[in-house]
T-cell receptor, first 114, second 116 residues
Framework: KAGVTQTPRYLIKTRGQQVTLSCSPI?????VSWYQQTPGQGLQFLFE???????NKGNFPGRFSGRQFSNSRSEMNVSTLELGDSALYLC?????????????FGPGTRLTVT | AQTVTQSQPEMSVQEAETVTLSCTYD???????LFWYKQPPSRQMILVIR??????QNATENRFSVNFQKAAKSFSLKISDSQLGDAAMYFC?????????????FGKGTHLIIQP
């Protein structure tokens, strides 16, 4: 089975722009979660989608949003980029939306905001 | 709110030796899951091992095993016969069980160095 894929792998954007990141889960997985990883804050949960519905959201401003499509692929969008949004964005997929589901991570998208 | 604490920012071990990484967590939940993830320099997060809180038996995966002390809220990872490929950041993570679970809560990580 193919693993979780994320595109693009690297991205450079300018402050004030917006960006869209994509995640394709493992085949058969219906849950997709997004995490932000920075040196200062570590790994933080952004949101989780299951069957096209956002189930949970972390403590991030409304500039961070996401969606999930009927094929379980997910996108996250960050509007009005700030320098502090520079981070590694990780996507994880799971069979289950509950805590019982093991989460498998993609390689991440490295976003640099200048 | 749940918290996960990894008190060792960095650990070093000789190849073929055994090393134990520490993790403590704080929760008022009774149904939860604990995980160890490995993040090598490639930044790909790899699931190493998982423990269900309701299971008393400690999880084991080949050279990796955990010491789960529920009352003490402790969840340490033991790596036996350390190999050069084990060098990575190791993250302890927690997730409450049930359908309304938030995402994983991670510790700050332990950087494991393997000395040849």
């Amino acid at each position: 089975k193919a693993g979780v894929t994320q595109t693009p792998r690297y991205l450079i954007k300018t402050r004030g722009q917006q960006v869209t990141l994509s995640c394709s889960p493992i085949s058969g997985h219906r849950s997709v979660s997004w995490y932000q990883q920075t040196p200062g804050q570590g790994l933080q949960f952004l949101f989780e989608y299951f069957s096209e519905t956002q189930r949970n959201k972390g403590n991030f401003p409304g500039r961070f949003s996401g969606r999930q499509f009927s094929n379980s692929r997910s996108e996250m969008n960050v509007s009005t980029l700030e320098l502090g949004d520079s981070a590694l964005y990780l996507c994880a997929s799971s069979l289950l939306a509950s805590g019982r589901g093991e989460q498998y991570f993609g390689p991440g998208t490295r976003l640099t905001v200048t | 709110a749940q918290t996960v604490t990894q008190s060792q920012p960095e650990m070093s071990v000789q190849e073929a030796e055994t090393v134990t990484l520490s993790c403590t967590y704080d929760t008022s939940e009774s149904d939860y899951y604990l995980f160890w993830y490995k993040q090598p320099p490639s930044r790909q997060m790899i699931l190493v091992i998982r423990q269900e809180a309701y299971k008393q038996q400690n999880a084991t995966e080949n050279r990796f095993s955990v010491n789960f002390q529920k009352a003490a809220k402790s969840f340490s990872l033991k790596i036996s016969d350390s190999q050069l490929g084990d060098a990575a950041m190791y993250f302890c993570a927690y997730r409450v069980g049930g359908g309304g679970a938030d995402g994983l809560t991670f510790g700050k990580g332990t950087h494991l160095i393997i000395q040849p």
